[in-house]
């Protein structure tokens, strides 16, 4: 028991060294989920980007059915990644709204021509107003908004063919 | 093999950039300060006090992210509109919650953070004083 006992400070500094050197070698690089889960879409009104979708407001988003939340830009790899499992959302169904950051008319039209377009409406957000309104950090991001425009759930990065049952899943709760 | 440096310097300066930074200009505000001393001051002091969330360890008046340039933008803008700084920081806290301030506000867990030092200093005393009561009988 004693032997026990003297060895214990040793043991915990150990721990302590351990726990930091762990810190040094992998930093953590945390994701930043949006707060505004659970709470109402906070009030907007976003123009056309392109000609061939109306823009969005947040009047939009309380339609009375669920629908898709795409946070996006045309200059954004992995939102070019998603692009194919919109589309198989769309065929089945979701409707998908969009939110253009940081983006230019000629490029928009050139993602959706080279990409595929799931969306109903996009709006433009040049300066990421909206997108820090809806505490989202970053692009891709997706949110699924119930019928009364309230936030249900926040997918972080490009929604791959894995995800597609979690946000289907949600959809349908949020009905 | 000399002749081909300047190939590979061609070959670096046209590959395409995967920066994920769009072709827009930076935000009204993002580098440009308010005409009013004050107010800039009061927006510096509170950018100073906001993470960045792209770049994180950073302020968002360290980065040169795209992003932190937007929330500077708007923070000064709306400093520009007479808002209070704290009232800024309470709206970014209600969206990207106390990790995004780098003054959180003082909750349960911060109370522990500071209350602990002081407690085991005085567990410590305690400990110390009864080994040397014992060893002066």
């Known amino acids: 028991m004693r032997k026990v006992l003297l060895w214990l400070p040793l043991m915990v500094f150990a721990l302590f060294a351990g726990v930091l050197l762990r810190g040094l070698v992998s930093p953590e690089s945390a994701t930043i989920g949006s707060k505004m889960v659970g709470k109402p879409v906070p009030q907007f009104s976003l123009p056309p980007v392109v000609p061939s979708h109306p823009g969005l407001s947040s009047a939009d988003l309380k339609s009375g059915k669920p629908v898709l939340l795409n946070i996006f830009a045309s200059w954004c790899l992995p939102c070019a990644a998603e692009a194919p499992v919109l589309l198989e959302l769309q065929k089945q169904g979701v409707e998908i709204h969009a939110i253009a950051i940081r983006d230019k008319p000629d490029d928009v039209v050139e993602f959706l021509r080279k990409h595929g377009d799931p969306y109903a409406r996009i709006g433009s957000d040049v300066s990421s107003k909206v997108q820090i309104s809806l505490g989202s950090s970053g692009v891709p991001e997706s949110f699924v908004i119930d019928g009364k425009g309230v936030v249900r759930m926040q997918h972080i990065g490009d929604i791959r063919a894995e995800d597609v049952p979690q946000i289907v899943a949600a959809l349908k709760a949020a009905q | ?137």
Do not use: N
């Open chain 2, 1 to 137: 093999m000399r002749f081909l440096a300047p190939l590979y310097l061609l070959a670096i300066g046209i590959s395409a950039p995967t920066l994920a930074d769009s072709r827009m200009d930076a935000a009204p505000y993002a580098y440009v300060q308010l005409k009013d001393p004050a107010q800039e001051q009061q927006a510096k002091h509170l950018m100073e006090t906001i993470r960045c969330l792209v770049c994180q360890g950073q302020s968002i008046a360290d980065s040169d992210a795209e992003m932190a340039g937007d929330m500077r933008s708007l923070i000064r803008e709306r400093i520009a509109r007479g808002e209070k700084p704290e009232a800024i920081r309470a709206w970014l806290v209600e969206r990207y919650g106390d990790w995004v301030t780098y003054a959180p506000p003082t909750r349960g867990t911060s109370l522990l953070l500071w209350g602990m030092p002081a407690l085991l200093m005085m567990l410590g005393a305690a400990l110390a004083l009864g080994r040397i009561r014992k060893r002066g009988r």
